[in-house]
């Protein structure tokens, strides 16, 4: 039986398809694709990749009793990073995708899309891991976090944020099919930041709310708490973003 919170997320994701629809028919220009990109990117924004090496972060700066205007300063530094990495990685897709035929890299993205999101499904449902950040790059994460400093701190996000692309980058890759079959190039640059920037909220929200190291293990457990109806609800979102981008109008 479908418990409570998987009914809730279903409805939820249902709910976000049905406003993707909205603004896509109720717009013929640009800004229609404003909420799209809004909401995709700080929904790619909830990954384990990221919120756990985040959480990792905070702990170790609780441990070193930094003031909490340092601690702010350095996680910063360590967001800017995750940023300008998943940023640049963008930049090139969209590039590279600006010399495929029109829409024809938005329906491949939209495919992979898909995919991915049956695989989060998958890993939600038999709790094993299907991505996840390559196990010889946490040791070069872990040495440039406890230098505890911005611009270690800026060196390890930026590290993070290559490495975690492969685990959080379906949503992303979607997305930039749409932008590349929208518009040209440096069109496209905007939308691409305002992408990236909801994609760190989710860090600057939980960065700025727990520095303190109670309100740190409430989050900790409440994501771990959730963790499987979070892979679940993802997957579902996903799944209904790449058939919406397939077959909601968006493309024409």
């Known amino acids: 039986m479908v418990d409570k919170n998987m009914k809730q997320n279903i409805l939820a994701l249902l709910f976000l398809l049905a406003v993707f629809s909205h603004f896509a028919s109720a717009a013929e220009n640009a800004s ?14 909830i990954h384990p990749c990221g919120l756990a090496v985040l959480f990792f972060f905070i702990a170790l700066l609780i441990s070193l009793k930094k003031p909490r205007r340092e601690m702010l300063l350095i996680g910063s530094a360590y967001i800017a990073g995750v940023f300008i990495a998943y940023f640049l990685i963008g930049l ?19 495919a992979l899309l898909i995919l991915v999101g049956l695989v989060s499904l998958w890993e939600g449902l038999s ?22 400093t911005i611009s270690a701190a800026l060196v390890a996000g930026f590290i ?11 949503i992303y890759v979607a997305i930039l ?14 939308y691409l930041a305002l992408y990236n920037l909801m994609f760190v909220m ?44 397939l077959f909601g109008g968006v493309l024409q």
Request: aromatic share 12%; hydrophobic share 50%.
């Open 32 to 45: 229609a694709i404003i909420p799209i990109v809004i909401t995709s990117g700080f929904l790619d924004g």
């Open 177 to 190: 099919g749409l932008l590349a079959s929208k518009f040209a190039f440096w069109e496209g640059f905007g």
């Open 160 to 170: 993070v944020g290559v490495c975690a692309f492969p685990c959080a980058g379906g």
């Open 92 to 110: 090139g897709i969209l590039k590279v995708f600006a010399y495929f035929p029109t829409h024809f890299m938005a329906k491949v993205g939209s």
């Open 202 to 245: 989710p860090l600057i929200l939980i960065l700025v709310f727990s520095t303190n190291q109670k309100v740190l293990a409430k989050i900790e457990g409440m994501e771990k708490e959730n963790r499987k109806n979070l892979k679940l609800g993802l997957g579902i979102l996903m799944i209904l973003l790449g058939l919406f981008i």
């Open 127 to 148: 709790g094993k891991k299907a991505f996840k950040i390559p196990s010889i790059s946490r040791g070069w994460i872990d040495e440039w976090l406890r230098k505890s």
